[in-house]
């Protein structure tokens, strides 16, 4: 089992429609929890981070942790084409302070 | 304005030569850095973490004669992929965690290396 796990997509909505994107994890120690986008050929840029269970909303988008599912969601409402990206969740190991990556998750957001 | 710097952006370079990449933190002093490598359509993968004033913590499976780190002072660290081969062609990629107790990353530009 991996340590982060989500759906690889590529995951198509249209232009205005919310996105759902959701990620896994197996350390049920795990504190911290990100979102990143990347966008092709470039470096991940951090969208979201959630420490507390519950929603946690910026812009148009929202962080949804649950601990005890140990499941986090990041939603985009009136999603644009400019977000058609590979969003990648990642969660904070307490040793060292490293940051496990899933897979990432491709969104292309359809005009 | 950029947090974390990375040099070069782009590299080629022969089989079996050695290349440098420097991680620099633009705005705050850092006793860690990270380096991952990112190859086509996979997710970032951490190969180490770089500690200032001491070794760097390699990640299982990594080879750390290959890639040499250093972490030259609290604001640069270097990674050397030595005998570079087609196979160490990646996407490599620091971050930076800042001070002041998040537990956020800030990550480089990147640096794209093709080893011919």
């Known amino acids: 089992q991996k340590e982060v796990e989500q759906n690889s997509g590529p995951l198509s909505v249209p232009e205005g429609a919310i996105a759902s994107l959701n990620c896994t994890y197996s350390?049920?120690?795990?504190?911290?929890f990100f979102w990143y986008r990347q966008y092709s050929g470039k470096s991940p840029e951090l969208i979201m981070f959630?420490?507390?269970?519950g929603d946690k909303e910026d812009g148009r988008f929202t962080a949804q942790l649950n601990k005890a599912s140990q499941y986090v969601s990041l939603l985009i409402r009136d999603s644009q084409p400019s977000d058609s990206a590979t969003y990648l969740c990642?969660?904070?190991?307490?040793?060292?302070?490293?940051?496990?990556f899933g897979q990432g998750t491709e969104l292309s957001v359809k005009p | 304005g950029a947090v974390v710097s990375q040099h070069p952006s782009r590299v080629i370079c022969k089989s079996g030569t050695s290349v440098k990449i420097e991680c620099r933190s633009l705005?705050?002093?850092?006793?860690?850095m990270f380096w991952y490598r990112q190859f086509p359509k996979q997710s970032l993968m951490l190969m180490a973490t770089?500690?200032?004033?001491?070794?760097?913590?390699?990640e299982q499976g990594v080879e750390k004669d290959k890639f040499l780190i250093n972490h030259a002072s609290l604001t640069l660290s270097t990674l050397t992929v030595t005998s570079a081969h087609p196979e160490d062609s990646s996407f490599y990629i620091c971050?930076?965690?800042?001070?002041?107790?998040?537990?956020?990353?800030?990550f480089g530009p990147g640096t794209r290396l093709t080893v011919l």
């Open positions: 705005d705050f002093q850092a006793t860690t």
């Open positions: 770089s500690n200032e004033g001491s070794k760097a913590t390699y």
């Open positions: 971050s930076v965690p800042p001070t002041g107790g998040t537990d956020t990353q800030y």
């Open positions: 350390d049920r120690g795990s504190q911290s």
């Open positions: 959630i420490y507390s269970n």
């Open positions: 990642a969660v904070h190991r307490n040793q060292g302070g490293k940051l496990i």
